[in-house]
Each structure stands twice: as structure tokens, then as C-alpha cells.
């Protein structure tokens, strides 16, 4: 085993925690994935493995991929669901210097051909369906060279013509791995954001970012070596064998989580005791759902850790009615290109609610050790240097910056993007988070929106005024009969104009529009921020990201609403 002072010698690899508990805890449990078939609970099974299992299998993976042809340095889509392939796979990679590329299936057919394209890469690996799609598709035909599918057998294999892991495996001579160890700014990974707020980006992760993610999770969120974690995203359940705590996989579509059975992840939960979860908005809600009518406990749940965008009040209470008096939801912010940023307790958060209903943004929480978070005027143009004269001062409305060893340097092969979202500092990087908000006198962080979700409306003497998605949208979702809302500008007359579009709640009637209307304009012109806010739009289904099912497509509303307008 390579001791830290050789390792600063060497380089950095993200593997070295997962030998580290191979060595020490080798019998635990590192990974349980929950299998079903169909919805009956008592036919459901679990396929485990400890860490010296997974230490040594990753091995042989990382050499007979080695010895198939792949090198150091190369790029490979991976597209396999959560399962134990999956963690023995990407720890090969992660340890023979392949440089595994992450997309989110979920973000659509034309966004993925687009990753392709950018991403160039030379291995695809993939379930049988993967490479199916790989082949009508034409995903990566003109850069890769290297096919490999999990499972699926010989007849898919022909069909594909792609080689089976296992076969590669099974051919592998057992020659020694000897684990690679890189620069700790080299490329360890290619993440594709979700394209939920335009066309996705490769952000490129270095080993250095990874190390600091962990560091967040053990000293910031206090987890500890052999704790269990409820793992419900693919990325998050990797850092699990890297902290000496057992991933429990539920089984669940990742890039669905609405969809989810929410008896397998309890059944998950209370057979392997797990300590902590990580869940996302859309499961918060579908999990509080279903524990509410069943009055359902998670006793031996320590800790819940949020992330993905702002989970509501509502949800979050429900949720926590599970939870034992002392167990707080920690909402995370944070992006693919900087996560995590800053937290915040759900009992804190409750206690900001007055603020949020009156348009005061969503607080995030203060930052985490080694975060500065800093506001800056709302501008397009780049940045190349930063000077301290940038940041404005508390209470006032700018673009988060963010400056942080977990921040990443660059977009793989988008250059003009890292321009517009990369600011030098003296050697480190600042990102811009495209988000727009405000640090208040204690230096918590309140959202207020993204920054292309503002609207800056014409008014009659051809002033500006700027309206702020979050703020706004919180006035008007306090009235019971709106599910949520959505700021949008439309042109009228040939001036931008601010009009929300509203999603009812299954119980309102549609016939009461007119009285709802005028019941909104009467709340506009009760607030400073939303002043001047006129026109209203009932939709019938808000167009959605389907990860968080949070994430309003407000581009696509500005288009629909700008149609009834012309109508």
C-alpha cells in the first residue's frame, strides 16, 4: 500500500480510498443491489458484495480491459444501470486511467447524439439496450473503436457487435493490476450536465475534485467508515466504497425517481439499517406520500441529504414525519460543475419560510468548509481576472460565484462556454453559477432563480424593470388553489412583458379563472417585486425535467404562452 507522503509523488486516484477499506474493513459489506420481480414485496432478492470482493474484482476488470486494448487516456461511454457491474466497471476505469464518460438517459435522444459528438469517445459499454440504441442512433460512429456490453449473451453481443465483459474477463491471463495514478488536475471523468436549462455540457471532473467531494461528505456531513447509505443516484452511490460505507441500491429507474416503488426502498432501508440517505425533491415528495398514509418510520435513518434543486417546505415536513425527532433533511447546493457548495438543516429552513413566501429567494444554507460564495453584478459578457471589486455587497441581487477545491476548471471541448462561466483567481478558478441570489448579513445564501429565467420588461415610459423567477413565483404559489407557477416573458406590442403561467391543483376548478386572475393581480401589486406582473396563463401540466420533476422548462412555457398571446 502507497503511504501519503509517496502518493504526493505519484499523483492522485480517486480508487485509493476503496483499497484503503479492502485493506482495512475487508469483509464488510461495500454494495447490496435490491432485485424484484414484479410488485410483490416478499419476491424480493439482494446481490451483495464486500469490499475486498469489489477491490479484487475491479482489478481484474481494470487488467483485462488493459489487455483488450484499452490504454490509459482513452474516453468511455458508460451507459449501464445501477447494479454490481456497474460499481466493479467504474472502479476499473477509474483505476486503469480510462476516462469514463456519464450521461443522464433521461435528457433525451437529441441531447445524448450531441454528447457523442462533443465527448469523441473511443469505447462504448453499455447494457443490451444501450448499444441498441448506440446502433439506431449512430451514437459515437465516427470516434469509437471499442465495444463492450454487460450482459445480455452471445445472440444481443451478434446483434450489437459488441464483445461481452464478460468474455474479456474471462480470457484475461490474471496478469497483476498495478493501479495508475495521475496528475491531480488530469481528466478522471467526463459528467454531462442535464441540458434541464439548455443544451448539456461535459463538465470535466480531475481526481483532485473527487478527493474534495469526499473530503465534504466526510467532515462536512460527518459521515463515517461503516455506515449503510440508501443510494438512489448512480454518481452519489460510487462515493459509498470510497467512504467505507455500504451502498444500498434500491431497485429503481435513477433518471425516474417519481416512478419509484416506495415499499422496495423501505424494505431496502430496514433490512440492511441504513444510517443515511440521499434523495432528491421528486423522491422526497413520493416517499413522504406514501409514509404519511401508511404512518411508515425510518428509525434508523442519522441523516437525509437533499440535492438537485429546492425541495419544497411541505415535502420536506411530510418526509420528516418519518424520520426520528433529532434527524434533519441537509439541502445541498450545488451544480455538475461545483457540488457540494453550501447546506442548510431542514429545522433552519423551516424557519425561513416567512421570508420565502414573501418573495425573499430560498435559502441554500452558508458554505462549506473551504467555499467562498461571492455575488456579482447580472452581466453576459466574460470575465477573464477576478479582483475583490466585484462582489456586492449583502441584500443585493447578483449572478453566485463560487470558488472551491470542488469546483471544475473547465467544459470538455466547449470553449466558449468555459469562458463565459470560468473566472481566473490568482491560479484557482471561480465559477459562475448561472444562478442568481444574495448573501445576507450572516452570509447565508438565498436562490432567486436562474439567470436566464429573469425577465427584464418595458414598461410604459420604456424603463427596465427586472423581475426574478424564484421571488416572483413564491407570491403567487401561496394562494391553496395553485400547485406552481412560472415566470415568463412575453412580447407585446413589441416590448417585453412579464406574464406567469399558472398549474392548478388537481382539486381547483378552471371555471373560477377570472376570479383566480383578478386574486393574482390584487397579490402582485401587494409586492415591491412583482409590481406591474399583469397577465396570467392557467397550463394544464408544466413541461418538466423528469430526474427532479422540479425543474420547470420555462423556455418551452415562454413559447406556448407567446402563442396564446398572438391568439
Known amino acids: 500500500m502507497i503511504s501519503p507522503l509517496e502518493r504526493q509523488h505519484v499523483g492522485a486516484n480517486l480508487c485509493r480510498h476503496l483499497v484503503d477499506a479492502a485493506n482495512h474493513i475487508p469483509d464488510s459489506l461495500a454494495v447490496a443491489v435490491q432485485h424484484s420481480r414484479g410488485q410483490a414485496l416478499d419476491r424480493l432478492s439482494y446481490e451483495e458484495m ?13 487488467a483485462a480491459l488493459i489487455q483488450f486494448g484499452l490504454t490509459p487516456g482513452m474516453k468511455a461511454v458508460l451507459m449501464v444501470t445501477p447494479s454490481i457491474d456497474f460499481f466493479c466497471l467504474t472502479f476499473a476505469l477509474f483505476k486503469a486511467g480510462i476516462i469514463p464518460i456519464l450521461v443522464d438517459p433521461g435528457m433525451g435522444i437529441k441531447n445524448l447524439k450531441q454528447c457523442f459528438i462533443e465527448a469523441k469517445p473511443d469505447v462504448f459499454i453499455g447494457i443490451p439496450k444501450a448499444h441498441v440504441a448506440r446502433r439506431l442512433f449512430g451514437w459515437g460512429k465516427h470516434s469509437v473503436n471499442h465495444l463492450i456490453s454487460v450482459g445480455g449473451g452471445r445472440l444481443v453481443n451478434g446483434l450489437t457487435g459488441a464483445v461481452n465483459l464478460e468474455q474479456i474477463v474471462k480470457e484475461c491471463d490474471n496478469t497483476a493490476f498495478k493501479l495508475q495514478w495521475l496528475a491531480d ?41 461503516g455506515e449503510r447509505d440508501l443510494a438512489t443516484f448512480p454518481l452519489f452511490s460510487l462515493f459509498g466504497p470510497a467512504l467505507g460505507m455500504a451502498s444500498i441500491v434500491p431497485d429503481m429507474d435513477a433518471s ?61 415536513k411530510r418526509f420528516s414525519a418519518m424520520l426520528n425527532s433529532d434527524v434533519e433533511v441537509l439541502n445541498s447546493y450545488g451544480a455538475t460543475e461545483s457540488l457540494p457548495l453550501s447546506k442548510i438543516g431542514s429545522q433552519s429552513l423551516f424557519n425561513t419560510t416567512t421570508i420565502t413566501d414573501n418573495g425573499g429567494g430560498i435559502c441554500v444554507g452558508s458554505a462549506i468548509s473551504g467555499v467562498d460564495i461571492s455575488i456579482i453584478d447580472i452581466d453576459e459578457s466574460p470575465i477573464e481576472n477576478w479582483h475583490d471589486t466585484l462582489s456586492l455587497p449583502p441584500y443585493q441581487i447578483g449572478e453566485i460565484v463560487v470558488k472551491g477545491p470542488m469546483v471544475s476548471r473547465a467544459y470538455y471541448q466547449r470553449e466558449s462556454a468555459t469562458i463565459a462561466a470560468k473566472i481566473n483567481d490568482g491560479g484557482f478558478i471561480r465559477h459562475r453559477m448561472g444562478d442568481l441570489g444574495y448573501l445576507d448579513d450572516k452570509g447565508l445564501l438565498w436562490m432567486c432563480g436562474r439567470k436566464a429565467h429573469r425577465v427584464d420588461a418595458i414598461t410604459a415610459d420604456n424603463r427596465v424593470q427586472r423581475y426574478y423567477s424564484i421571488p416572483s413565483e413564491r407570491i403567487f404559489n401561496t394562494l391553496p388553489d395553485i400547485k406552481r407557477s412560472a415566470l415568463v416573458g412575453v412580447v407585446i406590442a413589441g416590448k417585453l412583458t412579464p406574464l406567469v403561467c399558472i398549474e392548478l391543483n388537481q382539486a381547483a376548478a378552471c371555471s373560477k379563472s377570472s376570479l383566480l386572475y383578478a386574486q393574482l393581480r390584487t397579490l402582485a401589486e401587494q409586492h415591491s417585486h412583482t409590481q406591474g406582473i399583469e397577465r396570467f396563463l392557467i397550463h394544464p401540466d408544466f413541461p418538466v425535467d423528469i430526474r427532479h420533476n422540479a425543474k420547470i422548462f420555462r423556455e418551452k412555457l415562454a413559447v406556448w404562452a407567446q402563442k396564446q398571446i398572438k391568439e
Open 256 to 316: 425516474k425517481p417519481i416512478t419509484a416503488n416506495p415499499e422496495f426502498i423501505f424494505a431496502a432501508i430496514e433490512k440492511y439499517q441504513c444510517s443515511n440517505m440521499f434523495v432528491n425533491p421528486a423522491l422526497i415528495e413520493r416517499l413522504g406520500q406514501a409514509g404519511s398514509r401508511t404512518n411508515h418510520q425510518l428509525t434508523s435513518i442519522k441523516r437525509v441529504i437533499s440535492a438537485g434543486a429546492p425541495a419544497t417546505i411541505s415535502s420536506i
Open 50 to 62: 464486500d469490499f475486498q470482493t469489489l477491490n479484487a474484482k475491479s482489478d481484474h476488470i481494470a
Open 185 to 225: 488536475d488530469a481528466m478522471a471523468a467526463i459528467l454531462f450536465t442535464s441540458g434541464s436549462t439548455g443544451t448539456p455540457k461535459g463538465v470535466v471532473y480531475s481526481h483532485k475534485m473527487f478527493e474534495a467531494q469526499i473530503s465534504a461528505l466526510k467532515h462536512d456531513y460527518a459521515i463515517k467508515s
